[in-house]
């Protein structure tokens, strides 16, 4: 059933890509508020929800928003700041995901057991009622009104779409989509069961800390040494390059993942594992990378519903291969079958070479 519901809430961030488009026609804070609005909903009817049709429909709705929130807000930092200053902010930008993971992992525990699941819903809404404020009180780019003023009528969702796929962008467009997929599945398919895992060695190691507040520990640390990780790639990628960082953070999932689940879980050894998900948290920060790097193949017009189509295809894909996973795990056993999925990185690896580097600025209107 968890799996289920997870990839009917992926499915939804896939969908998303239709706000990314409308942002490029309507402006970035308009789709914001659109898709902060369709998050509050579905996330406050999931804690209102009375039997699984309800809870499903509810989670797609909260991914449907909730998946937009990625790359409206890296192409709206990406515009916001001058070019000097842009590589920092969105390596902030990144980091606030997993510090709201930390603050989650840390709140979570007290609230399920007094007061039950539906509470964890609606302190949910709380972040989405501070991002509407801000919404209402924020500017829309330069660029984005540039862009506006300069096309006019012609700037619209089919321009986008057009641009996205013309053949200057059809290249990058595809193969960036492409590798999107293997971090998707991997980092999700691998991570997802981070929890099981734990659960699991707490039975076999009879931990004298509860099993939820051993998850909590386990997800914090994931979200930790990513946090920190997405304020350093924005210096690694104007040092080495886009492709080269992402490829360091890609091979480092596709060895930790083995250690992790291959080696400590299936050893038993609960503190080795532990310490092991460090290498999960640094590897997790590639998606940092596609937050510098998608705002940079793509002019305004067309550059939130680029940065969408690369983020969401891979979406989907991991929606339907997170069955196949969670399928592995009943034949071969959660350990093996999650070691596996460090596969996925190394196609990411395989298909690196082949997308071109960016120039290390936002890409020329044209």
Not at 179 to 198: Q, S
Not at 225 to 230: E, G, H, R
Not at 247 to 264: E, H, K, R, S, T
Not at 295 to 324: D, K, S
Request: with cysteine.
């Amino acid at each position: 059933m968890g799996l289920t519901f997870f990839a009917i809430f992926l499915a939804g961030w896939g969908t998303s890509f239709l706000i990314g488009l409308l942002a490029d026609r309507i402006g970035r804070l308009k789709a914001l508020g659109i898709s902060i609005a369709l998050y509050a909903i579905g996330t406050l009817a999931s804690g209102l929800a009375q039997n699984v049709p309800e809870f499903a429909a509810a989670r797609f709705v909260a991914g449907l928003g909730l998946g937009a929130e990625w790359f409206i807000g890296g192409t709206g930092v990406a515009e916001a700041f001058p070019e000097s200053e842009r590589p920092k902010w969105i390596g902030r930008f990144h980091s606030a995901w997993y510090a709201g993971f930390i603050l989650a992992a840390a709140i979570v525990p007290f609230i399920v057991g007094p007061i039950g699941w539906r509470a964890v819903f609606f302190i949910g809404i709380i972040p989405a009622v501070l991002l509407l404020y801000i919404r209402l009180k924020a500017q829309e780019p330069e660029r984005w009104l540039n862009a506006k003023r300069r096309l006019g009528s012609q700037l619209n969702m089919r321009m986008s779409l057009k641009t996205i796929l013309d053949r200057d962008h059809r290249r990058d467009t595809l193969i960036l989509a492409v590798i999107m997929v293997p971090v998707i599945t991997g980092l999700y398919g691998g991570t997802l069961f981070v929890p099981t895992a734990l659960t699991a060695l707490h039975e076999s190691t009879h931990a004298a800390i509860k099993t939820p507040y051993l998850v909590a520990i386990g997800g914090s640390i994931v979200a930790a040494f990513t946090l920190v990780t997405c304020l350093l790639v924005p210096s690694l990628a104007q040092r080495f390059g886009r492709k080269r960082t992402l490829g360091a953070l890609l091979a480092l999932m596709a060895i930790g993942l083995p250690l992790v689940f291959l080696f400590a879980f299936k050893a038993g050894n609960l503190g080795l594992f532990l310490a092991l998900l460090v290498l999960l948290g640094i590897g997790g920060a590639d998606f940092a990378i596609f937050s510098l790097w998608l705002p940079e193949v793509y002019p305004t017009h067309a550059r939130a519903g680029g940065f969408a189509f690369v983020t969401t295809i891979g979406r989907f894909a991991g929606a339907g291969l997170t069955f196949a996973i969670g399928a592995l795990n009943d034949a071969v056993g959660l350990g093996t079958s999650l070691s596996l999925t460090a596969i996925f990185f190394v196609i990411g690896l395989v298909l690196l070479p082949f997308a071109r580097d960016s120039s290390g600025k936002l890409a020329p209107e044209g």
